[in-house]
């Protein structure tokens, strides 16, 4: 079933001439792990922000879980709904200590105080940050941190989690450590998980990746699908993973491997048969 | 052309409280006038703190930084002096840009040099065009640019002071694939019209591999790998080991070779992956 779907959105930022949505059709399953990959200035940012209201369309309509976003008395049950991280961790943290922090969201809905203390240490469990429940956050690396906030927004219970570039300032060990959690969280607790990102590399183990340009979805299907479409990934000035990489260079010097081989190992065994015969 | 020397370089932080931390110990390197070089290392390796003390940002707890044979620590004439020579670009450098127009925030260094207004023009002139940046932003707000213009207004500020040795602090960091690549060849660009010594601090494993001559590795405030790219991608499971990323392409050609595919010469290119199999169907090792 649908838990997000656009319908014909278009959106236009006050004062600018352009659209930034183009007319957006979207559908996304509940419990998926979508992707969405897109340069700066695609709408990919702009397109999260419709998903929790802090955008609404100019046409067009926008629906979580049934709820029309546009809505102004519904704003509330869309932000419970749906849970953003944003780009900063230093920015989304509000308290001196990580466990005050998850707690705040539940704190301002108004659940009682043993309910709040089952859903923390939850939600510090299900981002693997229980033992520093009682540490300093600005002491913690940014990959701690977006932990964090992604804990503070499960404490929420929310049905849906969207993340507007949570790994764009992280070192690479950080931003494994925040996508493998948006991926076991999906898995784990069916909650829908939306990734908006600039790197390839995250989208890999996605259900689906969609990828924006000008304000439209110019591709959008398994990764490996979307991936094996490497002509129109380089017009996009999007890279595709080393994989599909080598085996489309290597088609172009007379082999015939296929394109949409995401996995190491799989793409090795590949090249190997080739080799052999 | 200048040479720049560590010679048993040490530092730590907040000595002598219980915060005391080492954050580099006993560095000594050499770096030769015109070298790409890149340097990399976990979050927390020192890489940051080593290139602070090159421009004298930072003072060592021990140790020498050479310019051409002399101590930039000497005295305050060469502190200052030294900054003439090395421009340091930080992390995130937008953050900093603070002026009205564009072509000021350029400025702002040359101004600080005393130079004339001709001079200045010029310098502010070739620094935007390394940097691609269009004449008809130089009067608008930098802080109304995207984040790829801000950050190569911020790099050419830098560029303005002409320094023989350039520093960048993850320049690419939080930028999209196209910002990642417009900088990176502005870099180049600079380099290979000025024939400074340019110096990046890097996460990016393929970047460094296709654009260094040079690979330094940090790990726990030691220098633990320095040699070029071939050097240091052939040790592919030290730097595993260490928490770091392998380019792609090496993983790959590991991977190849886990499964008897031994292709026969270290791989840390996609140009040379691509090479190196075809080197194979033809029965060569390279």
């Given amino acids: 079933?649908?838990?997000?779907?656009?319908?014909?959105?278009?959106?236009?930022?006050?004062?600018?001439?352009?659209?930034?949505?183009?007319?957006?059709?979207?559908?996304?399953?509940?419990?998926?792990?979508?992707?969405?990959?897109?340069?700066?200035?695609?709408?990919?940012?702009?397109?999260?922000?419709?998903m929790n209201s802090i955008l609404v369309p100019d046409?067009?309509?926008?629906?979580?879980?049934?709820?029309?976003?546009?809505?102004?008395?519904?704003?509330?049950?869309?932000?419970?709904?749906?849970?953003?991280?944003?780009?900063?961790?230093?920015?989304?943290?509000?308290?001196?200590?990580?466990?005050?922090?998850?707690?705040?969201?539940?704190?301002?809905?108004?659940?009682?105080s043993e309910e709040i203390r089952t859903r923390v240490d939850d939600a510090l469990a299900r981002v693997g940050m229980t033992e520093f429940a009682r540490h300093a956050p600005h002491l913690l690396s940014g990959g701690q941190k977006q932990r964090v906030a992604i804990a503070g927004v499960i404490a929420m219970?929310?049905?849906?989690?969207?993340?507007?570039?949570?790994?764009?300032?992280?070192?690479?060990?950080?931003?494994?450590?925040?996508?493998?959690?948006?991926?076991?969280?999906?898995?784990?607790?069916?909650?829908?998980?939306?990734l908006i990102t600039h790197?390839?590399?995250?989208?890999?183990?996605?259900?689906?990746?969609?990828?924006?340009?000008?304000g439209q979805i110019i591709a959008d299907g398994k990764p490996s699908e979307v991936f094996s479409q490497v002509e129109l990934m380089d017009k996009e000035g999007l890279t595709v993973p080393e994989t599909v990489r080598l085996m489309y260079d290597l088609?172009?010097?007379?082999?015939?491997?296929?394109l949409g081989v995401t996995g190491m190992k799989d793409c090795a065994q590949f090249v190997k048969t080739a080799l052999m015969n | 052309?200048?040479?720049?020397?560590?010679?048993?370089?040490?530092?730590?932080?907040?000595?002598?409280?219980?915060?005391?931390?080492?954050?580099?110990?006993?560095?000594?390197?050499?770096?030769p006038s015109g070298q790409f070089i890149g340097i990399?290392?976990?979050?927390?390796?020192?890489?940051?703190?080593?290139?602070?003390?090159?421009?004298?940002?930072?003072?060592?707890?021990?140790?020498?930084?050479?310019?051409?044979?002399?101590?930039?620590?000497?005295?305050?004439?060469?502190?200052?002096?030294i900054r003439r020579h090395v421009g340091l670009v930080f992390q995130y450098p937008e953050y900093q840009l603070f002026e009205e127009t564009v072509y000021a925030d350029i400025a702002f260094g040359p101004k600080n040099m005393n130079f004339s207004e001709d001079e200045i023009r010029e310098r502010v002139t070739e620094a935007a065009s390394f940097t691609g940046i269009a004449p008809e932003l130089m009067e608008r707000s930098p802080l109304e640019l995207s984040g790829g213009q801000k950050r190569r207004i911020a790099i050419?500020?830098?560029?303005?002071?002409?320094?023989?040795?350039?520093?960048?602090?993850?320049?690419?960091?939080?930028?999209?694939?196209?910002?990642?690549?417009?900088?990176?060849?502005?870099?180049?660009?600079?380099?290979?019209?000025?024939?400074?010594?340019?110096?990046?601090?890097?996460?990016?494993?393929?970047?460094?591999?296709?654009?260094?001559?040079?690979?330094?590795?940090?790990?726990?405030?030691?220098?633990?790998?320095?040699?070029?790219?071939?050097?240091?991608?052939?040790?592919?499971?030290?730097?595993?080991?260490?928490?770091?990323d392998i380019p792609a392409s090496t993983a790959l050609a590991l991977e190849l070779k886990r499964q008897g595919v031994e292709l026969g010469c270290p791989v840390y290119t996609h140009e040379g992956l691509v090479e190196a199999v075809l080197a194979y169907r033809e029965g060569k090792t390279c």
Avoid: W
Avoid at chain 2, 25 to 30: A, G, K, W
């Fill in chain 2, 40 to 81: 990399i290392g976990h979050t927390g390796s020192g890489k940051s703190t080593f290139i602070q003390h090159l421009n004298a940002l930072i003072k060592p707890t021990s140790g020498k930084v050479l310019f051409d044979g002399s101590d930039i620590n000497a005295d305050k004439v060469s502190r200052r002096e």
């Fill in chain 2, 156 to 244: 050419a500020g830098v560029i303005a002071m002409r320094p023989e040795i350039l520093i960048l602090d993850e320049p690419t960091a939080g930028l999209d694939p196209a910002g990642c690549r417009t900088i990176l060849g502005n870099i180049c660009d600079y380099k290979e019209k000025t024939g400074a010594t340019v110096i990046i601090i890097s996460h990016n494993m393929d970047d460094v591999a296709r654009l260094a001559q040079r690979i330094i590795v940090f790990d726990g405030g030691s220098v633990v790998l320095d040699g070029t790219p071939d050097q240091v991608f052939s040790q592919a499971e030290k730097l595993i080991s260490i928490g770091l």
């Fill in chain 1, 251 to 258: 088609n172009s010097r007379g082999f015939s491997l296929p």
């Fill in chain 1, 157 to 194: 219970r929310p049905r849906i989690i969207v993340l507007d570039e949570p790994t764009a300032m992280l070192d690479p060990q950080g931003r494994r450590e925040v996508v493998s959690t948006v991926e076991h969280l999906c898995r784990d607790t069916g909650i829908t998980a939306v």
């Fill in chain 2, 1 to 31: 052309m200048a040479v720049i020397t560590a010679e048993n370089l040490t530092h730590t932080y907040s000595a002598g409280t219980p915060f005391e931390k080492t954050a580099i110990e006993n560095i000594s390197l050499s770096i």
């Fill in chain 1, 59 to 112: 046409s067009g309509t926008v629906t979580v879980a049934g709820i029309d976003t546009a809505d102004e008395n519904r704003i509330l049950d869309v932000r419970s709904t749906v849970g953003m991280v944003f780009q900063n961790p230093d920015n989304q943290i509000v308290a001196n200590v990580v466990e005050e922090d998850v707690a705040f969201a539940p704190e301002n809905l108004g659940i009682p």
């Fill in chain 1, 1 to 50: 079933m649908s838990i997000i779907c656009f319908n014909e959105v278009h959106f236009t930022y006050p004062g600018s001439e352009t659209e930034t949505l183009k007319g957006i059709n979207l559908n996304i399953e509940e419990g998926s792990f979508v992707a969405v990959l897109g340069h700066n200035g695609s709408g990919k940012s702009t397109l999260a922000k419709h």
């Fill in chain 1, 199 to 214: 790197h390839m590399d995250e989208c890999v183990n996605a259900d689906r990746l969609i990828v924006m340009s000008a």
